[in-house]
T-cell receptor, first 112, second 115 residues
């Protein structure tokens, strides 16, 4: 069956460290993968999109990798800050139609 | 949330009553989506629209219908609400999809409780 999985356990790190979140998928061959941030009581906010022919994408302190062989994407936040505390969602388009399938999200807590 | 509004933001209704949620955008984006978000299930697509009067089903469309008579408005209707439809509903928009898909922009959400 098709699955998209993120660590369900919260990730707690110290301010200044690098946070690494994982998104694994099975039985999909997505053309691209997206990462979103969601704060409590609010809608998700788009962060980054990485295509299947891109190994890595960066935006300020954020970096995303996409390994289609491992069927995995890693999301990194360098020099993390307490303001980065949120739930991070990965999403892929299983049919290349814009219909996204979301992971359940990983909650990141950055402690000062 | 800029450019996307949802109404109502909160609603409590009784089982068996019809409910309509509205999504309004000012971005003139072609694609609009309705999702529900539940603990343990994450965000799941209910229906989406790829143009005026053009809609298609998502992953969890049973019990829901949609309509899009204008570019800016996408309505989600629960014909006869059930307790299993208690959830937070998000609308999203995007400028394109398919081979050159773009990010989706989400509204603030509607919290619906069916008693």
């Amino acid at each position: 069956s098709q699955k998209i999985e993120q660590n369900s356990e919260a990730l707690n790190i110290q301010e200044g460290k690098t946070a690494t979140l994982t998104c694994n998928y099975t039985n999909y061959s997505p053309a691209y993968l997206q990462w979103y941030r969601q704060d409590p009581g609010r809608g998700p906010v788009f962060l980054l999109l990485i295509r299947e022919n891109e190994k890595e994408k960066r935006k300020e302190r954020l970096k995303v990798t996409f390994d289609t062989t491992l069927k995995q994407s890693l999301f990194h936040i360098t020099a993390s800050q307490p303001a980065d505390s949120a739930t991070y969602l990965c999403a892929l388009d299983s049919s290349n139609t814009g219909k996204l399938i979301f992971g359940q999200g990983t909650t990141l807590q950055v402690k000062p | 949330d800029a450019g996307i509004t949802q109404s109502p933001r909160h609603k409590v209704t009784e089982t068996g009553t019809p409910v309509t949620l509205r999504c309004h955008q000012t971005e003139n984006h072609r694609y609009m989506y309705w999702y529900r978000q539940d603990p343990g299930h994450g965000l799941r697509l209910i229906h989406y629209s790829y143009g005026v009067k053009d809609t298609d089903k998502g992953e969890v469309s049973d019990g829901y219908s949609v309509s899009r008579s204008k570019t800016e408005d996408f309505l989600l209707t629960l014909e006869s609400a059930t307790s299993s439809q208690t959830s937070v509903y998000f609308c999203a928009i995007s400028g394109s999809s398919g081979a050159s898909s773009y990010e989706q922009y989400f509204g603030p959400g509607t919290r619906l409780t069916v008693t």
